[in-house]
């Protein structure tokens, strides 16, 4: 019998949450992004299942834009981060990529580079993230001389990145959105600005183009949830099942360094699961997990193979008992991957992207 950790990808949720992204922003686009093997799920997959609805793919590098060619996929995909080196211009021209333009060597690549087809462009505005993109008073410029060019340059639009769309918060978020429509005015430039959570919960974000994220694979990225964001579906389940059971007497200590130790007689799972699969390390007891769909409490340090879950108030539960690390029980109840992360003092994205090869992606539906 195959070690029974696998992730379960549902097709079928990533189209919902990809649709619900696109009907909350009925006058914009909705590129959907792919980066990083779609947040760990599976870019091809991925993007196979979404083509037919998606008019564009978002991508952080022509790597991974060239896994999606050699797929065969046709959709437009726009790289986010740009190029790396003036040369990779080639390579963009003959994949038919979009590119977003970040910093002044890339312009002048982009000017010195006769395309055959004009390279539509996403000319990228620091608007307070303080990471990529020019100076609103600079970019002005820098979109003039682009504009100078329509033999190589076309489908301009200003992009940028919210640093707080997620917080309850709005004074920054409002800040940055202030001084990009300010700039979209004043140029008369069409714009793509909205991440997950400001699709989710900023229609005054929405732009001629939107990038929904993580929220296509089912996480919630607000601080405080909304009726959008409690819709979403999770697209991954982690899933194993209980390998063996142990009984502890009280005040016996539970995996390495002793961290746990068993406040009453108590009956422990041990999990074919463990952070040479991706789960993190850094969970503490009580870090919840599924157990025949009910909600159950981590028992000790995660190893690298597998990880302990306390199941004495489950006497139904033995050797091979589903359990779900996130994601949706067979029995339907869901453990939101964003209230595991909570316990590892992370966020969904590290552990959707964490988890490893060693945990085979199934795909369902789409």
């Avoid at 060239?66 to 996929?73: N, V």
């Avoid at 505005?125 to 329509?150: E, I, K, N």
């Avoid at 004074?171 to 793509?192: I, M, V």
């Avoid at 699961?273 to 390390?281: E, L, N, Q, S, V």
Wanted: hydrophobic fraction near 45%; glycine fraction near 8%.
């Amino acid at each position: 019998m195959a070690r029974p950790l696998t992730a379960d990808i549902n097709l079928n949720a990533l189209r919902q949450n990809y649709c619900l992204a696109r009907d909350l922003a009925p006058h914009s686009q909705s590129v959907a992004v792919l980066k990083a093997d779609a947040y760990g799920h599976g870019a091809v997959a991925c993007a196979r299942a979404l083509e037919d609805l998606a008019p564009a793919f978002a991508v952080a590098c022509i790597e991974e834009a060239e896994t999606l060619r050699m797929a065969g996929i046709e959709v437009p995909i726009v790289l986010l981060e740009g190029i790396f080196e003036a040369e990779e211009l080639a390579r963009v021209d003959a994949l038919g990529l979009w590119i977003a333009v970040h910093s002044e060597w890339q312009v002048e690549a982009l000017l010195a580079f006769m395309p055959h087809q004009p390279i539509p462009v996403w000319l990228k505005v620091d608007s307070g993230m303080h990471r990529l993109g020019f100076s609103p008073a600079r970019a002005a410029d820098v979109w003039a001389r682009l504009q100078a060019v329509p033999e190589r340059v076309t489908d301009l639009h200003l992009m940028s990145h919210f640093a707080t769309a997620d917080a309850i918060e709005p004074g920054y978020f409002r800040r940055q959105l202030a001084l990009l429509n300010e700039l979209s005015a004043r140029l008369d430039a069409p714009t793509c600005l909205a991440n997950s959570p400001a699709t989710l919960a900023w229609p005054e974000a929405h732009g001629a183009w939107n990038r929904p994220g993580v929220m296509l694979y089912g996480s919630d990225p607000l601080e405080g949830a909304n009726d959008a964001s409690r819709s979403l579906v999770p697209v991954m389940t982690l899933r194993s099942a209980i390998i063996a059971v142990r009984e502890i007497a009280t005040g016996e200590p539970v995996g390495y360094g002793g961290r746990f130790k068993a406040p009453y007689p108590a009956r422990v799972g041990v999990v074919a699961c463990g952070y040479g699969d991706g789960y993190d390390r850094h969970a503490v007891d009580g870090t919840p997990l599924l157990v025949d769909g009910q909600r159950a409490g981590l028992a000790g340090k995660v190893s690298m193979d597998m990880l302990t879950v306390d199941i004495t108030h489950l006497p139904d539960a033995g050797i091979g008992s589903e359990v779900v690390l996130w994601g949706q029980a067979v029995s339907g109840e869901v453990l939101s991957i964003d209230e595991v992360a909570r316990y590892c003092d992370t966020i969904s994205y590290t552990l959707l992207t964490g988890v490893l090869p060693r945990a085979p992606r199934r795909y369902h539906g789409g």
